[in-house]
């Protein structure tokens, strides 16, 4: 009964910054490698970034490298994703995501996350 829940989207304009958060509840949180993936409209869903169990390794896709900072908090069972100098074409609805399929940050398929949670919308503005 793994639950996880995002939050902190929104409306951002070019060139500013969002923190979104993912709340893991249901099964033991350092467990998973955590990833995040976002998915603009009417495209499938794109991975971002991802964290190891214990937070040491971290893996991202190269659009966002040097922008987009993942990192997690195992006491409270949280995911984070830190996104600097957003972009219009950061626009997507973000998911968390939990790795069922290794400890490793560097599975950039879907296919390797089997728990999701819901989304939250992140609308870049210019």
């Known amino acids: 009964q793994v639950q996880l829940k995002e939050s902190g989207g929104g409306l951002v304009q070019t060139g500013g910054s969002l923190r979104l958060s993912c709340a893991v509840s249901g099964r033991s949180f350092s467990v998973y490698s955590m990833g995040w993936f976002r998915q603009p409209l009417g495209k499938e869903r794109q991975f971002v970034g991802a964290?190891?169990?214990?937070?040491?390794?971290?893996y991202y896709t190269d659009s966002v490298k040097g922008r987009f900072t993942i990192s997690r908090d195992n006491d409270q069972n949280m995911a984070y994703l830190q996104m600097n100098n957003l972009e219009t074409e950061n626009t997507a609805v973000y998911y968390c995501s939990a790795n069922t399929a290794a400890n490793s940050p560097y599975n950039t398929s879907v296919d390797n996350y089997a728990l999701w949670g819901q989304g939250t919308q992140v609308t870049g503005s210019s």
């Open positions: 964290i190891d169990w214990t937070g040491e390794r971290t």
